[in-house]
């Protein structure tokens, strides 16, 4: 029997200490949450991507009666940043999100399973990290990549 441990690389800081191009995609990301469509829900989640051309390319969830129908934030933006950006790769990607009560959560958003994995195609895709930045009121987490969100993803390859 081999017992090992897989530690997932975080940094926490708060909004003044981040550079300014990661303040920029925060900054973007939050007010995606306002073009999110969550009648459903009410929850709001919002998503920029920055791309090496320079370009930052912003999403919304999007939901909708047929509830397994709607799409996250992140993967909104994901899709839409490569169908229209195909020869571009992701550098950064940062999500923050609004709850019921129209707040900015306090804790830092963390993406749901379908769009690590959905993230992680497009981290392979660069040969390079991808920074992720998860919004909280009270607290940014910084993780180096897609990667260390989805220790042991799966791959075909
Ligand atoms: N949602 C996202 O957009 N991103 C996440 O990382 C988690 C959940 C959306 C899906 C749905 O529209 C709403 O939040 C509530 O789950």
């Known amino acids: 029997m081999k017992q090992s441990e897989i530690r997932i690389p ?13 303040r920029r995609l925060i900054d973007d990301a939050r007010q995606a949450t306002h073009r999110s469509y969550a009648p459903y829900s009410h929850f709001s989640v919002g998503a920029a991507i920055l791309l090496d051309n320079g370009e930052i390319v912003t999403g919304a969830n999007q939901e909708n009666a047929a509830y397994p129908s709607g799409t996250c934030a992140e993967r909104t933006a994901a899709y839409y940043a490569h169908a229209r950006y195909p020869e571009a790769r992701f550098t950064a990607i940062a999500i923050s999100a609004r709850g019921t009560d129209g707040h900015y959560l306090k804790s830092p958003i963390s993406p749901c399973g379908a769009c690590r994995q959905a993230l992680l195609e ?30 042991l993803a799966f791959s075909e390859f």
């Open 10 to 22: 975080l940094t926490e800081v708060s909004y003044d200490e981040l550079t300014d191009m990661q």
């Open 122 to 151: 497009y981290e392979t895709l660069a040969q390079a990290n991808v920074t992720v930045l998860l919004d909280g009121a009270d607290g940014i987490y910084i993780l180096p990549s897609v990667r260390s969100l989805l220790p």
